[in-house]
Nanobody
Framework: HLVESGGGLVQPGGSLKLSCAAS????????IGWFRQAPGKEREGVAF????????YYADSVKDRFTISRANAEPTFYLQMNSLKPEDTAVYYC??????????????????????WGQGTQVTVSS
């Protein structure tokens, strides 16, 4: 249902853009976004957007550096990551649900409560 692309190795201060292509139409999804998991740490919510693109939510750790958006005509979603830091290094997973109270709730919920996941993509920030 979710196919990710993007990721890779970037120096601190650099930028990367992740993409997530969802099946069906954007209206099928209550919210789509990203979680990430660093080695030895729990999976954590990063950013989510609703199907209309009108509501977004960001974790405090990425606010003002990351931007989540959606394509106009297709159910494809993007995470633009700027001013990357070594602590942003993790496997990033696209995640989505068809019904959830809000994008804030999606971003802050336990990963076990989210039913749809991408395959994950590695983001490494290192000099």
């Amino acid at each position: 249902h979710l196919v990710e692309s993007g990721g890779g190795l970037v120096q601190p201060g650099g930028s990367l853009k992740l993409s997530c292509a969802a099946s069906g139409s954007a209206a099928d999804w209550a919210g789509i976004g990203w979680f990430r998991q660093a080695p030895g740490k729990e999976r954590e919510g990063v950013a989510f957007i609703d199907s209309s693109g009108g509501r977004t939510y960001y974790a405090d750790s990425v606010k003002d550096r990351f931007t989540i958006s959606r394509a106009n005509a297709e159910p494809t979603f993007y995470l633009q990551m700027n001013s990357l830091k070594p602590e942003d290094t993790a496997v990033y997973y696209c995640a989505a649900e068809t019904a959830f109270p809000s994008v804030q709730a999606l971003c802050r919920t336990r990963p076990s409560l989210i039913g749809y996941w991408g395959q994950g993509t590695q983001v490494t920030v290192s000099s």
